[in-house]
Each structure stands twice: as C-alpha cells, then as structure tokens.
C-alpha cells in the first residue's frame, strides 16, 4: 500500500527553527508538495520539489532525498501565526491526485 | 485570486438521506477534487474529475458519487447518508498541467463540516 508518514505533533517556540519530516513509500513518485492548514481553514498551498535539493521561499525550505523517500518542510523565525496543520503530499502516478499525510500539528509558543 | 467556494458550512443530515455537496470554481480549471478530512487520517481523496463528464474513482470512493456538468461545478452525492460519513469534506481545483508535473497547486474550499443524525 501507499504510506506517507510524518510526526503528529510537534512544538517550538517563536523564532526558533523547526523541521517537519516526510518518509514515503509509494509505488510511484513525481514530486513531493507540502500544504499548510489553519483550523477552521482551508488547506494552502506551500512548497513542490520534484527533484532533490532545497527550495526556499521565505521563511519557509522544503527539501526532497528521492533516495532515501523522505523530504521535510524547514521553517525559519517562527511566528504564532505558524501554529498550524502541515501535510506532506506525494504525486505517484500520472493522474492528477494526491496522496496526502495524516498531517502534523504545529504548536508555536510564545 | 482563486476562489473554490463550497455551498454549505455546515449542514445536518438524517441517516438514509440523498445529501448533495456543490462546490464552484471560478478559474476556468480543468481538474477537481473531493477529499474527506478526519482526524488522524488527513486528507483522503474520494473522487476527482479532468474534465466535465470525466470522473475518476479516489481511494475511498464507497457510498459516494460524483457529478461534473459544467466545467466550474462539481457535485459530491451520498446516496445514502450513513453515519460513518460523518465528516469535514473538502472540495479543490487545480490547472491542467503536463502529466506528472505536479507544480500546479490544488486550491480548495474552506470545507463542508457534514453531521449524519
């Protein structure tokens, strides 16, 4: 079966760093998204990587290992209004869909 | 901006009920899709549809059925409520890309919080 796993819960305190991780296993793999969900809202969109290496887009990095099956979202300079649900998603065939994470749960704290 | 606009946000159904879930778009995209989102689960995806008349099953796609007319409407059917479809329901869209190329992002709706009494 397809299997995304990531942690459930993780806490950190304003300005720091933190790093959410991502291990797939799929039986097919185009690119690796990462999507940001407040509660109460909508999933938005953040970050793709389909080749290995780092993106950034301000404060926020997503990072893809094709060969270890594993990526993680890096975000810088935390800010309360970060304390949101983050899900990794994986594009595996050549349809359009996603197979998404169960998600983690960022808790900021002052 | 992309707007993804789901008809409900909330509603309260009865058990053996025909429930209708809308969802409109209003950028001209050719791809939609309805995902359920439960605690601990995330986001599975029940349904999506490339085009109008074109649908394609999820991985959950059990007691639902899809309904693409127009371009800018797609249309999530419980064709009898039960009260394991207790759930938020979340409607999104996205460009026709190359296959494969995912780099298109999914815009979605801010969600159907479903009860089945």
């Known amino acids: 079966g397809q299997s995304l796993e990531q942690p459930s819960e993780v806490t950190a305190v304003e300005g720091a760093i933190v790093q959410i991780n991502c291990t797939y296993q799929?039986?097919?793999?185009?690119?690796l998204s990462w999507y940001q969900q407040h509660d109460g809202g909508a999933p938005t969109f953040l970050s793709y990587?389909?080749?290995?290496g780092l993106e950034e887009t301000g404060r926020f990095s997503s990072f893809l290992s094709r060969s270890d099956s594993y990526g993680y979202l890096l975000l810088q300079e935390l800010q309360m209004k970060d304390s949101a649900s983050y899900f990794c998603?994986?594009?595996?065939?050549?349809?359009?869909?996603?197979?998404f994470g169960s998600g983690t749960r960022l808790l900021v704290r002052p | 901006d992309v707007k993804v606009t789901q008809s409900s946000r909330y509603l309260v159904k009865r058990t053996g009920e025909k429930v209708f879930l809308e969802c409109v778009q209003d950028?001209?995209?050719?791809?939609m899709f309805w995902y359920r989102q439960d605690p601990g689960l995330g986001l599975r995806l029940i349904y999506f549809?490339?085009?109008?008349?074109?649908?394609e099953k999820g991985d959950i796609p059990e007691g639902y059925s899809v309904s693409r007319e127009k371009k800018e409407r797609f249309s999530l059917i419980l064709e009898s409520a039960s009260t394991n479809q207790t759930s938020m329901y979340l409607c999104?869209?996205?460009?026709?890309?190359?296959?494969?190329?995912?780099?298109?992002?999914?815009?979605f709706g801010d969600g159907t919080r479903l009860s089945i009494l």
């Open positions: 999104a869209s996205s460009l026709l890309a190359i296959v494969q190329d995912f780099r298109q992002p999914q815009h």
């Open positions: 998603a994986v594009g595996m065939d050549s349809s359009y869909k996603l197979i």
């Open positions: 990587n389909a080749l290995d």
């Open positions: 549809s490339y085009d109008v008349k074109m649908k």
């Open positions: 950028m001209d995209h050719e791809n």
């Open positions: 799929t039986s097919g793999f185009y690119g």
